[in-house]
């Protein structure tokens, strides 16, 4: 079952696209395959055009559709063949699609960014009720 993680940004006005490169970030540290599920193409050229420039001392790898890349940004979710190795892959899921993600088993970690804006808080709180109904309480950190 994968844990779950819901970012909450109660204050601050920053950007889905800032939060998941940070977050991105901090992840790869631990060598993880992240997997950035965007059904929306101009949010995933937003997600693309700031994994370039995030960090100006170094370059978060990174391509759309690219799944031998160590951060993939697709509107298709990955499966177990989404990977050149041959051993199946752990990946970390951010769910950008406003719907919350029914293969919670096939994933280690599926991470939820929630913007500071009535409608982002609208969509989170259904994602999280969801959630809940399949049995799993997420975790909220409160940003």
Known sequence: MAKISFYLFEKSPERQAES???LCRKILRNAAKIW???PDPELQQQLDDRLW?????SFLAHGIDQTHAPI???AQL???TSSTESSPVEWIVFNFNNQPLEQVTQFSHIIE?????ESAKHIGREKYK???????T????KL
């Not at 960014?113 to 804006?117: C, G, L, W, Y």
């Not at 997420?138 to 950190?141: I, S, Y």
């Open 138 to 141: 997420p975790q909220t950190f």
């Open 113 to 117: 960014i929630v913007e500071n804006d």
């Open 72 to 74: 993939c940004i697709s």
């Open 53 to 57: 420039s995030f960090d100006p001392t």
């Open 130 to 136: 969801a959630y809940r109904r399949m049995g799993i």
């Open 36 to 38: 950035l599920h965007c």
């Open 78 to 80: 990955p499966t177990a």
């Open 20 to 22: 998941a490169c940070r």
